[in-house]
């Protein structure tokens, strides 16, 4: 469809028409980062990549602002047994180089995922299918290895790409459209603009127009919103949103997000192998002072778990760690650490949201119980390299996690033996995690976790905190729901009334 090549050109004529304000049927879009791609198999990025594809391509389901999963492409789905859902298509929709978008696209789609021969970023969230079975044009059944009961909000995730058009064009850099917007034009690191699909199958969007614009630094964005030139803004500190409302151009707040942040303690190294030492750590860090004064009240302490109440699983009778500095130095006398040495804590910059003030004041807490620690500040990228590729974590990080499907069995396996994220090992807990796996019964899946978080909770693999705070910001001149789970969808938005 569009190439690069020709959607760079008149950059002089766009950037002149991204100054003006934003028209009733225009909306633009303020993104903190860069998109690294338009092929939905190469990203799990949902703030950036995903959130543009999401308007650009179909997918079977969509998940809703306020967290429910409903109809696109699929207008019914159900589990057949424990290994086969089916799915009911819309009849008719179409690419915008009128392929059809039918089951057999949802076939070849998902083999172009699992394909060994091209290894993708997200073929794990899919590696239980075991088979596609076309019935017709819109009927398809898709059979797992084991019981997948998160399947169909994983396939939220999915977005389609037209087959033929695909085998001829690099989707990585170039686009085409089956969703709700047709992409007018790309200037790498400045906008993406798009316009409403006169021929989508769905709803159509409330906008005629929307343009993205990437603006990583955080008070040039917000300028931008008090300005008039763009709609919406988020990810930025908590302390602002009194400032934007006080303004009175803008809507700002924030709502919790289906992220945790927690204090990753590598318990395969001394002495964070030792329960009573990490129960210890979790009793000296005051989490509601942290969630007042560094969040202003936004963010919400964790219980004693990772999983948020967004999240099938979440535990509500969990008691938590309450803050009990005594009973931390008496758990930590007791179990015989060492503590002469500092302990190595890195910090990933400018991945949370305030990170690096909740780094230094877990810092001090720990040390007013006598537990020294050495903050290193470091990339994303060398961090994740630690994390997962080296296996080689310092003892204590900072880090935050969320799981798309908004389901405890994706989560809470980051964390189960032999996962390359989990660093702990726990039998009953993958014990329990199993059993949650084994069945698509919901009691039965609730009570196995049930269970799986008690554990984690009493063996503390991590420093619980808090659920991040997901802050937003937009004009009078759009509505919307904000939403936690870092989706940013134009046609999630409409035009004030």
Known sequence: MIHPTTLWLLLAGSLTALAQPACASTVTIALAGEINTFDPDQTNSIGTDLSVMSNIYPSLLLRAPDGTLVPSLATQWHAGSDTVWHFTLRAGARFTDGEPIDAQTVKWNIQRILNRQKVTPV???YAQIADVQVIS???LDIRTSSPYPALPAQLSMMFLLPPEWARTHDPA???SSGGPYIVDEIVPGDHVSLHANPDYYGPRPAFDRVIYRIIPETNTALYALQAGEVDYVSKFPTNQIGQINSHGGATAGAVPSSRTVFIKLNTEKPPFDNAQFRQALNYAIDKQTIADTIFDGHATPSGCEVLTPDYFGYNRDLPGYGYDPQR???LIAESGVDL???FEFD?????????EEVALAIQAMFNAVGIRTRIRMIDFATYLARYRKAHDLSPVSLLGQAWPTLDAAGFLKLFQTGNAYSYWSDPTFDAALKAGESTLDQTMREQAYAAATRTMCTQAPVVFLYIEPATYAYSKRISLVPRGDGWVRAFDM???R
């Open 494 to 496: 409409k035009p004030a």
């Open 173 to 175: 850099h170039e686009v």
């Open 328 to 330: 931390a130095r008496r």
């Open 340 to 342: 002469s040495r500092p």
């Open 347 to 355: 910090i990933p910059r400018g991945s949370y949201l305030q990170g």
């Open 123 to 125: 073929a794990s969230w």
């Open 137 to 139: 044009p819109t009927q």
